[in-house]
């Protein structure tokens, strides 16, 4: 079957399923939901969905601890409202991703109860491992959530291994069961009509033979010998030439630390490739070092000098995946714009990734502009990281030190329920009692409101998409950027045969001058988009994003 890379044209909207829509009245967000509001996201333009876990789950870590991968549970609706999101998106010309997580599965899943009670043909389905001869850990590795990578389980007197959650045991991909358990899993949702999947942490399913102990990394020890580890291009060219090769889908994978040269080893284009896009990380650091939990202040030039190393890199070879937000981050415009000028930047952000050549993807209550959530007590976080985080980290600070902490680093930010209205819990349930708390703001930030201002976040998404569809060379066009040493402006330039655009961003809370670059008089170009009025030919306003399109 030819793959015909249709997701080269598409605009995706990530669901975060717990928390977008409870259209059941349980106070938790479901299918049901989603349906609701499918054409609320055709709406944005967006023509593609990925779904974050909908499967049977314990929720250790809110669905990535998967406790049966072939359902979908009852809380979100079952499997038959899931097939009436799936036609309802179908019809709408919309495609469905699913998330894949097969690095590690729920401790209650039936392979972990059976691996550990030494059942076949379970017993090797996990990576477990006796202590050492002195009694300590079988090897030195830390997990990524909560303290070290091993936990002792009483029942096979043995340890096993959890890079996320205590109770997110490690799948061992080397056994080749398992690997056929994967295939199955993607042969049938496939087989049920999705379009395919975002494959979670997948970079550190083969694991360093012996599992040696790390001596290099002083934290998140471990990380060089399990990230990109021996067999990982063996078993993703396995489920590709077995199953996915069978099917016209796309494979999206996330990929910690991941960089362009190495990102090109699986989504290279040609015959062997893996991987049809990345998720990469090193767009997300422009205010922190490698993790949200190690904040700096926010360099423009990080994130300048990361959006032009993915665009240059990978131009002709391989295909970006673009992105802002996700469910794993704090909101954008807390971090990288402003909150005092929360409509400008969120508004100049958009622009900032949309124009650039990839997929992008819109997270949900990105398009509103929701912000950071900064909840009176740490009792009030639900996320497994967080907790970790506040319990261990830094305990020598205040209190209070430690709350803020986690309002600036918490991926909570972006779990809080999607503001659609103005009324109790921002109209995302009936139900007195949501899972999840809503951010104060809602009052002020929320669909309904921004759905009657022609001049809103909302509206302004609903314009660039629609701009970005229209325009070939944001296509295929080369990309250029310009100004690179200015540390308040972000720009570039597109150009294809027949047309280009110029990109202005202004990264600045004050005017800043501006003067074209060579070659672009953009007085004899087309201002297609821009988040002030009256715009000034000579200066910027804060936060100010321009669109220029010359054909
Ligand atoms: C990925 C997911 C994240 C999850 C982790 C463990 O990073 O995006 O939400 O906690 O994997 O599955």
Known sequence: MERTKWYKDKVFYQIWPRSFKDGDGDGMGDLHGVYEKLDYIQSLGCDGIWFSPLYPSPGADCGYDIADYMDIAPEFGGMEAFKKVLDGAHQRGMKIIMDLVVNHTSDEHEWF???????????DYYIWRPAKKNGKLPNNWDSLFEGKAWTYDEVRGEYYMHLFAIKQPDLNMDNPLVREEVKKILKFWLDLGVDGFREDVITFISKTEGLPDD????????????????????????????????YDCVTLAEAPMVNPKTALTYIQEGPDQEIDMMIQFQTQCADSFLSDYYPMKFSLKKLKKAFTNWQKKLDGRGW????????????????????????????????????????????QGQEIGMLNWRPESPDMYEDVQTKWEYANHATRKSDKKRLQRLWRCSRDSA????????????????????????????????VAQQEEDPDSILNFYRKAIALRRKLSCVRDGNYIEHFKGSKKLYCYSRQNGFQRILVVCSFSDKPVRFKEPRDFPVDTARLELCNYENPNPKKLQPYETRVYLWR
Not at 228 to 241: A, D, M, N, V
Not at 329 to 348: A, L, T, V
Not at 430 to 445: E, H, M
């Open 113 to 123: 109860q059976k691996s550990r009670q030494r059942i076949d043909p379970y017993t």
């Open 215 to 246: 001596h290099i990394m002083p934290a998140s020890k471990g990380l060089n010998l399990y990230n990109h580890g021996p067999h990982i291009h063996e078993y993703l060219t396995e489920f590709r030439k077995d199953v996915l090769d069978h």
């Open 320 to 363: 970006n995946m673009l992105y802002m937000e996700n469910h794993d981050h704090p909101r954008i415009i807390s971090r990288y714009g402003s909150e005092k000028f929360w409509k400008e930047s969120g508004k100049m952000l958009a622009v900032s990734y949309l124009f650039q050549k990839g997929t992008p993807f819109v997270y």
């Open 415 to 446: 779990r809080t329920l999607v503001q659609w209205d103005d009324s109790p819990n921002a109209g995302f349930t009936t139900s007195d009692t949501p899972w999840f708390y809503v951010n104060q703001n809602y009052k002020d930030i929320n």
